[in-house]
């Protein structure tokens, strides 16, 4: 599974058209979660959402491949149909909010890092 996981990403990563496809279902998917497990996590989603918007159409150049690639593959399982827990079923955001959890704290410090870059803040 992880192995598909990662190879989705490589994928995704490459297509950037499909990349930012997949970006909007999940930030009109975001839009909808009024409360839940994701609900504490989702200004780190919507401001992973903002980088990997900024990385996909070539704005924001300072995320590592390795990042991009595990944020791509977080995203990718946050709106796939197919969870470990079907997302219908009670309590079926909690794959969801394990796996966007995970993917924020790796990347605890490039989400900063961008946010900082948003605001015009330039790292020396």
Sequence with gaps: MLRRGAARAEDLVRNPKEFLRLLEVAERRLDRIAAGRLTPLKHDLQTLLRMLHAAGE???RELSKKNLLLAAAGIAYLVSPL????????G???DDAAVVAFVVRRLRGELAA??????GIIDV
């Design 58 to 60: 070539g704005r924001y």
């Design 114 to 119: 961008f946010e900082r870059w948003e605001q």
């Design 92 to 94: 079926g955001f909690a």
């Design 83 to 90: 969870d470990v827990i079907p997302d219908f079923l009670p």
